[in-house]
């Protein structure tokens, strides 16, 4: 706007300008003191304080740029004078030339002087359609940004398009914008989202979006393909709490992909057993035609016509979306009244159990708890101070949708016995009794008690499922003490070359039927390696909502919080045959624990054992130290790991080979039975090479150590006394023409 257009609005008294060189000034020497006093001082001096704040900033350009500028001094200092003199604030005509001027600006103002300029100027109360007029010259000018959020500080989303006004934002990836844009209108929650489901139907093009856009600066239109659609649907859908009903397009194509992912882990790696895969495919599908037609084809796929028939009446599939061949076998199967279940051919049998981790404990220590008579002897067990307890949890998988899974089963395991808590049923009961705070209430103390050491595996994530299943255990994280994560552990570990884990080694097949077996992960690969067998995982995705719950998952529950117990004892007794240090208790108990642990503290070599008493590491070191040698007569052969020990041993003198990166473990076994050298290595490959040598030729490292403490370690263990004459004689040695 020129200077003619509001030359009659400019104030009398002192000139703004000359007020706003001495405040420069004082901004430039840094004296805010004095500053704020003289930006006081001046609006008091001024006959129209708002006219002239408006000349000072269409004078100055500091005000654009991010963060606190003078023009943001001066705005938010009249905003506080305005409140100590409410004569000042303008009405009619007067303000309404002032609101005009500062639309104006407003498009190229920072975030932070929107809210005061708006109040000052009290926008609010200006004419409805003159803003939306504004804002729609700014979006048609391409500047949609400053549109959407005009609008947002104006409260104008209820007149607005909301698709018209949202489209540009997603395709320039301000997603966060367009939450805002609708997070406090309900209405336009749904129109919004209905409109990006409409986008997802298989038959849109989306270029039809796209293409009124295409000079749009800093345009992605890679924003707007329906993987990245769904994924922003499924978080408003979450953030608003809206009936998920509301957009069937994502929700049909993420039960579809359930769908297709069921029936690989059933008919390919044939990981789930017919119950599990039963269970989830009738609650995927439902009654949804649409996913009942995908299912008829999937079976198809994978089954004969008479197993399709099978599988669809199990599913209650209508007859009259199935092809002709299944609709004769169905019709077969009711001639006969033959109501048959699926065979369980392809389910492991009792005797291919071996090849899986099993509890050490009798079936009837195992109690499925129901009822609050049945807890409270649970807790007199648990809450005992020096109680080692595996915890985990159990909940129906969500194949992706909406929300936080909700806990279905708290595992509690001692060394005698496990306790499956099953919360919904607690819940439901204590809520009917009145007393919702009882089981937030135990878990509370469980947790927060420094005395009892509680085990687990990806805490993290059991923690913010059970917060989602009762809001009272929230803050349950940030109050426990006394946790060890076997996660930290497994990350820690040193499997094979370089520190990195191997693959697991999978249980040889018994038949063909069993599938593609697939490399153990997570748990069940740290139990393999540590307790030698892998946990058997085909209960993993159960419906553990469903109740009665089968003996196959009251097993499968107690298998995984027990082995938490011996995996915690096994590294405890010998962390270093593992790579881990042996101050494992006070590394992981200590720094996972909130505050410093209560009663008494674990001596660095000392970790209570699942009974609740202390055990010391069984690592056996000689009764009586070795004779003495000296480096010129100690020979040992590094693992490719260790190579920083190795340079170091041999600046004191020892006689060293190295293994390269490339070279396998076993090598060192070679080398060492050829040459008589002593094998330093780390990890996992030290049982297998001491195996192959000796223990007395064997040494296992701690890779968390600096070089030269782990030479120090070797040294003093095979009682080598380096002499100063010792030190550098082997380099010079290689040096020598």
Known sequence: MSQDSYSSDQPTGQDPLELLQTLQLLWTKQELGKLKE????????????????????????????????????????????????????????????????????????PANLLDPLISIYQLHTADRNYLLEHVSHLYLQGNYKEAAMLSIKLKLQPDQDVEKMCTPLLLQDKANLVEEYVAEYPELQRKLLQTLDTWCEPSFNIRDIIRPYQGLSKCKPEKLN??????????????????????????????????NYLFYKRFVEKTMTEENWADHIQSTVGENRWLQAHLVQSLLRHCDARGAARWARHCRVPPEMLPQAVAEELQKLHIQDRVEEVTKADNYEASKKKDYYQLPIPRENIHLLQTWEETLRCWEKVLQAGQVVGVDMEWKPSFGMVGKPRVALLQLALKDEVFLLDLPRLLDQAEAEGEKEKLPHFIQMLY????????????????????????????TEKQMQGVVDLLAVDKQLQWGKDGRKVDGLSPERSHEERGVRQPERGLSLLVQHVLGKPLDKTEQLSNWEKRPLREEQILYAASDAYCLLEIYERLCKDPESFGLGSDLTESLVGKQSKKPRAKKQLNKQEAPSPSGQEFQRSRTEPSRPPAPVSPQEFSVVCDNMLQGLGRYLRCLGV????????????????????????????????????????????????????????????????NVQVSLGDIFSRCQHLAKP
């Open 226 to 259: 329906r993987r990245v659609l769904s994924k922003l649907i499924f978080r408003l859908l979450e953030r608003f709490n809206v009936d998920s009903a509301l957009c069937p397009n994502v929700i049909n194509q993420r039960h579809l992909r359930t769908l």
């Open 655 to 718: 006689d060293v080979r190295l293994l390269d990166n490339e070279d396998d473990h076993r090598k060192a076994a070679e080398i060492a039975r050829q040459e008589g050298r002593v094998i330093l290595t780390s990890g996992l490959p030290y049982q297998t090479l001491r195996s192959q040598v000796g223990e007395e030729r064997c040494f296992s490292v701690n890779c968390s150590q600096k070089a030269k403490d782990q030479a120090l370690q070797v040294l003093k263990h095979f």
């Open 38 to 109: 003289e930006i006081r001082r001046g609006f008091a001096r001024l006959e129209d304080p708002l006219a002239a704040l408006l000349a000072m900033l269409e004078s100055s350009s500091d005000w654009k740029g991010k963060g606190h500028s003078l023009g943001y001094c001066i705005t938010t200092e009249l905003q506080l004078w305005i409140k100590a003199h409410p004569a000042v604030p303008q009405s009619g005509t007067k303000l309404k030339k002032l609101q005009a001027r500062v639309l104006g600006m407003l498009s190229q103002c």
């Open 448 to 475: 927060s008690d420094a005395a009892i050491t509680k085990l687990g595996y990806g805490m993290s994530g059991d923690l913010s499922s059970l917060a989602a299943t009762c809001s009272a255990l929230k803050d």
